[in-house]
Each structure stands twice: as C-alpha cells, then as structure tokens.
C-alpha cells in the first residue's frame, strides 16, 4: 500500500519514540504477560491474528484501551500487519502514560512468517 507522506513521517517519528519487538521476541514477552493488541479493524482481525490478542482498532483506540488494560505498567505489543499502525498505536498509549508500550517490528506478517 502506498502511504501519503505526512503518514509516512507521522509513523517514521512514532518509531523513532517507542521500541520496537522483533517478531521472534513476542512469543517470549507474551508469556511472561504482555499482552499483544490488535490494532486493525475488526475484520483484519477475523481474518488471522496472533493468539489471545485483544483487538481495539485504531480509531477507537483512546476510548477503549482503558477497560481493556487498566494498568498503566502493563507491557503492550501493538500491532497491525507490518509496522506503521502498531507505531502509532504504541506512541499514542506512551503519551495516555503506558509506559511499557511498544510495537512489534514488521507486525503480524512478521510474526507469522516465524511459523512459516
């Protein structure tokens, strides 16, 4: 998909302030008790995803995640097919005070090719 390019720099400064979690990681975070956190539309989400994520789609992000994930310090694995969104997403809740929030590098296509 081709991005505008104030998308493209919003989500580049989004990555350069949070870290981002290799793909091979997250299996690990998850059990030690990350939760991973969909960000895509629901029907993404229905079409595959990582097992045991919560899915809050992007435009409701800031309205939802708190009943969600109550806990400020817990550890979050935004993430959306590659990267661009779980940035966003993962600045997004650093700045609502998650301060263990991150996105996972190259998203669930990433993650996914892992078991390929």
């Not at 817990?74 to 940035?87: D, E, F, P």
Request: include cysteine.
């Amino acid at each position: 998909m081709a991005y505008t390019e104030k998308f493209q720099q919003l989500a580049d400064k989004a990555c350069s302030r949070v870290e981002g979690v290799s793909s091979d990681k997250v299996d690990d975070l998850l059990n030690i008790g990350a939760v991973a956190l969909d960000i895509r539309d629901s029907e993404e989400h229905k079409a595959g995803h990582i097992a045991g994520s919560i899915n809050i789609s992007r435009g409701k992000l800031e309205m939802l995640v708190e009943s969600e994930i109550p806990d400020l310090a817990t550890t979050i694995l935004c993430y959306c097919n590659a990267v661009n969104r779980g940035a966003l997403s993962a600045d997004t809740l650093r700045g609502m005070g998650y301060v263990n929030a991150k996105y996972i590098d190259g998203g669930l296509i990433a993650y996914k090719a892992l078991s390929d």
